[in-house]
């Protein structure tokens, strides 16, 4: 069974910073691409960052660009979003999932919340 544990979420004032870190189990991590997601209140789960699977390759929405920066240890199993200049606006609960995403992969996420 494939588990995927977000943790490092917190409250932070607009322009700090924040290390989310995903644990994955049940997989061959080293196999898969992967990706951070996040759902504000009210809105949709939008795509974030991703990584492929050996960290040569990394893409990221347009509004995380330059403040945000995803990374992963294999050794580890494990994915990081560090995230800097944080604004407002980043307020979400934040997911990890391979990359494409699949619905039974999603775990209960981590709260990042920025107050201005």
């Known amino acids: 069974q494939v588990q995927l544990v977000e943790s490092g979420g917190g409250l932070v004032q607009a322009g700090g910073s924040l290390r989310l870190s995903c644990a994955a189990s049940g997989l061959t991590f080293s196999s898969y691409a992967m990706g951070w997601f996040r759902q504000a209140p009210g809105k949709e789960r939008e795509f974030v960052a991703g990584i492929n699977w050996n960290g040569g390759s990394t893409y990221y929405t347009d509004s995380v660009k330059g403040r945000f920066t995803i990374s992963r240890d294999n050794a580890k199993n494990t994915v990081y979003l560090q995230m800097n200049s944080l604004k407002p606006e980043d307020t979400a609960v934040y997911y990890c999932?391979?990359?494409?995403?699949?619905?039974?992969?999603w775990g209960q996420g981590t709260q990042v919340t920025v107050s201005s």
């Open positions: 999932n391979t990359r494409p995403s699949r619905g039974d992969y």
